[in-house]
């Protein structure tokens, strides 16, 4: 069936188990943001270490959730990938997932080129053959960027 | 339970609904609050609209034009006759429901003293609008200075109207709400509301966007002063919709867009306006769309609406017997069949509507879920969003079985009976 192209084993254990959930402190910047067609929402909170290196680590990433599996899941994944890197890394992971996405089901052609990036994320590959699906799995990843923009606009200004 | 309809028959006259998708399953479409699906007969007259008749309308002598304007205006005597309108005129053609409102929305609120919208008026609506019946009045009260407030909904999804004399007052100049709401099914008391809406003085505005597909429909008995609804929920085409009005206050409301068609006299400095409904009609309009509406008035008519309204209820009964004994499932809205229409909202466990949806696709099953354009209805009852499933006139039993079955498959696909997985 090529429902379980989409719904891989991987990503229904981040939706039953959500790795990195809830709201913590300390934090430099949060946002909200929502799907307004499925009304999938997600608040999101981004810490980078002090100091005033040009790529600091992401030192956490905190969210609050409501949404669909594919939402909820993407979201988990992406903080594994990006919490303890480097802002680079970080940022190198959103833009394979970006990549993926954009595929329409064709995810072969890039493969090479985010698999080592993406780790957990490759199966979400599924998604992007399900245009309705694919706001839904970029939706944590959106807000992290708004955030993570934000974080370090705050720490310029500090 | 017996249907007055010959279902299997009129299953037939519906080329869809011999699709099937996913390789093998069959098409079970119940999404007709979203759109309905059209019959031949529909297919067939915007067809030989273009291949035999194609021409503008109004403005010729020829052949072809004359055609045209009388398939146009002939939709119209349908549509007028179907809804019972006093008269012909009182039917202007716009591009959907949403169009309608806005143009209701906007003309009442331009209108001189006493109708138009000032500092200090109100207007009601309800909690159980469709966006398109709430933001054309959001946008019309900030421009005026003019209020908005609305009536609420009880816990079991029906309107609160128990301090109806405190939500109309006196300083209520329109009162706009859905007859059928698209996504709790409740049809609304409208006597209640029309009466007190007179007592003030206030215009009454009705969106029968789940009306006009679904229940007999008599603008007069109604006793509303202008009434919408939208061609492709009633086996018509897109791109059609109605605004009825009664002839008097159309013809005292000011037009809505400037143009071609709704004019009488133009020299550069000024111009004066086309008789009802033309008046409401700038531009080229959609033509083959009305044909094809007046096909489908057809269509329904020749079918019966008490017998195609007796039918849903029949329907609409099995399903929310069915659906309520889902382990798990939460019906939003009425739960029983009573004053309700053909849309039945529910939630299932912890399970998103997304992901219920997606699992009911896959067994060629179309369900609409998300806010259904109703976004504070899913905040009044607490969930993001609803999974919906809509019944017509071609709607069986083995489809609301086959839902049920589907649903059962769905909480195995992510786990436990009924819960969080
Ligand atoms: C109750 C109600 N009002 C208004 C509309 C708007 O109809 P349309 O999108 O055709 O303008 C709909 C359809 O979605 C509806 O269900």
Not at chain 1, 82 to 87: A, H
Request: proline share 4%; hydrophobic share 40%; aromatic share 6%.
């Amino acid at each position: 069936m090529k429902l379980e192209s989409m719904y891989q084993e991987i990503i229904l254990d981040h939706y039953r188990r959500p790795h990195h959930k809830g709201l913590r402190e300390p934090f430099d910047a949060e946002v909200h943001h929502v799907n307004p067609t499925c009304g999938d929402e997600v608040t999101l909170r981004v810490r980078l270490a002090d100091g005033c290196s040009e790529n600091p680590t992401v030192q956490d990433v905190s969210y609050d959730s409501l949404g669909c599996s594919i939402s909820m899941a993407s979201v988990s994944v992406m903080t594994d990938l990006v919490v303890g890197k480097s802002l680079d890394e970080a940022t190198r992971a959103y833009d394979a997932f970006l990549t993926l996405m954009r595929t329409k089901g064709d995810s072969a052609s890039v493969m090479d080129e985010v698999e080592d990036v993406l780790e957990d994320a490759v199966a979400f590959e599924g998604v992007s053959k399900y245009p309705a699906r694919i706001k839904c799995a970029l939706l944590g990843w959106m807000a992290w960027k708004d955030a993570t923009a934000r974080a370090v606009t705050t720490k310029e200004m500090a | 339970m017996s249907s007055p309809l010959d279902v299997e028959r009129v299953r037939k006259d519906f080329p869809v609904l011999e699709r099937v998708v996913h390789d093998d399953k069959p098409l079970v479409y119940l999404d007709s609050a979203a759109t309905s699906q059209k019959p031949r007969q529909v297919l067939d007259a915007i067809d030989d609209y273009y291949c035999l008749h194609n021409s503008n309308v109004h403005r010729g002598i020829h052949t072809l034009a004359e055609e045209a304007t009388a398939l146009y205006e002939g939709a119209r005597d349908k549509v007028a006759g179907f809804i019972n309108a006093a008269d012909r005129s009182e039917v202007v053609f716009t591009k959907n429901s949403t169009e309608a409102l806005n143009l209701a929305a906007n003309v009442i609120a331009w209108a001189e003293s006493p109708l138009g919208l000032r500092d200090g008026d109100e207007v009601v609506i309800t909690e159980m609008e469709h966006h398109s019946n709430i933001v054309p009045w959001q946008m019309v009260t900030r421009r005026t200075g003019a209020t908005l407030s609305w009536f609420g909904i009880t816990d079991d999804g029906r309107l609160d109207l128990s301090d109806i004399d405190r939500v109309i007052t006196e300083r209520t100049k329109v009162v706009s709400f859905v007859l059928v709401s698209n996504i709790l099914g409740t049809v609304n008391p409208a006597e209640q509301i029309v009466r007190r809406a007179r007592e003030v003085g206030a215009l009454v505005v009705v969106d029968a966007s789940q009306a006009a597909p679904h229940l007999p429909l008599d603008v007069q008995a109604l006793g509303a002063d202008l009434v919408a609804f939208t061609g492709h929920k009633m086996c018509g085409p897109t791109g059609i919709g109605v605004l009825w009005g009664r002839r008097d206050l159309l013809e005292e409301l000011p037009p809505f867009m400037g143009g071609g068609e709704m004019i009488e006299m133009v020299t550069m400095g000024s111009s004066t306006y086309a008789d009802l409904p033309h008046k409401f009609e700038a531009g080229t309009p959609p033509i083959a769309q009305a044909v094809g509406l007046g096909a489908a008035v057809d269509y329904l008519s020749a079918l019966g609406m008490d017998k195609v309204a007796e039918h849903e209820h029949m329907i609409t009964a099995y399903a929310l017997d069915r659906l309520q004994a889902v382990d798990g499932l939460r019906v939003i809205g009425p739960r029983t069949a009573q004053d309700r229409g053909a849309a039945i909202s529910f939630v299932l466990g912890d399970l998103h509507p997304h992901d219920v949806g997606q699992v009911l696709d896959e067994l060629g099953i179309a369900v609409r879920v998300g806010h259904h354009c109703a976004r504070p209805v899913c905040q009044r009852f607490g969930v993001p969003a609803t999974t919906r499933a809509s019944f017509y006139l071609y709607s069986t039993t083995a489809e609301v079985d086959a839902l049920v079955d589907g649903l059962e498959h769905v909480k195995r696909f992510f786990g436990a009976p009924g819960g969080r997985p």
